[in-house]
């Protein structure tokens, strides 16, 4: 259960989410976009996706399923954890891409094909035209969560929900795909929530942090300031339990 957490993400700002499992980051993601599985709901409180022009924007919980329909993808899209699971096994990635990008933009299929091709080449997808007739299987790890993030960026959100993209990838893989978002939040202006329990991650990729734990905000702080001054005993022991380089090392 997730209880009075209060959040925001500015626009083109990185914010990592972080708390150990079970404390309600994912929950709180999947609440943005009216995807809380049942029977849980949300029963109070407002969830505001400002306009382009910064103002209040819209409450995503006063919206119907049609109207969420509408901005899930076009206004807020989501990199899900595991990309085998998010993808259809039996449609090629190409297709399900294309299929994303008509869902939210009124091209031909032969556009959409080409807007899919087109995005794999941004997430530096190796070959990307070739790999359009893939099916989800014949790609890696890192090769399918490029194609989710492909796959999200196709409705051209303002705000990508990053739930713990890297966890099941080497530590290689792991640095160019959070090196990819950066570079997507930097070009695109895109607004990124990470959810991470890695404050390394956050460390080297976020502009400020958000410390949940049994479904609460506990902290929210710069990145710079959370590190030299964590004000919550809990944030503390976080921190305490990072790696270390030496007795008298700094926290990695």
């Known amino acids: 259960m997730v209880r009075g957490a209060s959040l925001a993400v500015g626009r083109g700002e ?24 049942p029977p849980g709901r949300v029963t109070r409180g407002s969830l505001r996706l400002a306009g382009p022009d910064g103002g209040i924007g819209i409450d995503l919980l006063a919206l119907g399923e049609r109207e969420l329909r509408a ?20 449609y090629s990635i190409g297709f399900q891409i294309a299929e994303a990008v008509r869902a939210h933009r009124r091209v031909s299929r032969r556009e959409a094909a080409d807007e899919a091709a087109r995005l794999l080449d941004r997430v530096a997808l190796a070959d990307a035209r070739r790999r359009l007739d893939d099916y989800p299987h014949q790609l ?10 492909a796959m999200a960026l196709a409705g051209r959100p303002d705000l990508l929900l990053a739930d713990e993209p890297t966890t099941a990838l080497d530590v290689t893989l792991q640095a160019q ?13 895109l607004s990124v929530l990470l959810i991470t329990h890695d404050l390394g991650v956050v460390a080297e990729t976020c502009d400020r ?34 790696p270390r380089l030496g007795a008298g090392g700094e926290a990695w």
């Open 14 to 37: 990185m914010v990592g989410l972080v708390g150990e499992s079970g404390s309600g980051k994912t929950l709180t993601a999947l609440a943005v976009l009216g995807l809380v599985p």
């Open 177 to 189: 795909i959070l090196e990819l978002l950066d570079e997507l939040r930097r070009d695109l202006g």
């Open 140 to 149: 890696s790890g890192g090769q399918r969560q490029r194609a989710m993030i």
């Open 71 to 90: 901005v899930r993808g076009a206004r807020a899209a989501m990199i899900f954890q595991e990309p085998a699971t998010a993808f259809n096994p039996v």
């Open 209 to 242: 942090v958000v410390v949940m734990r049994d479904g609460r905000v506990v902290e929210t702080a710069a990145v710079a300031e959370l590190f030299r001054a964590p004000a919550h005993p809990y944030t503390r022991e976080l921190l305490a339990a990072l």
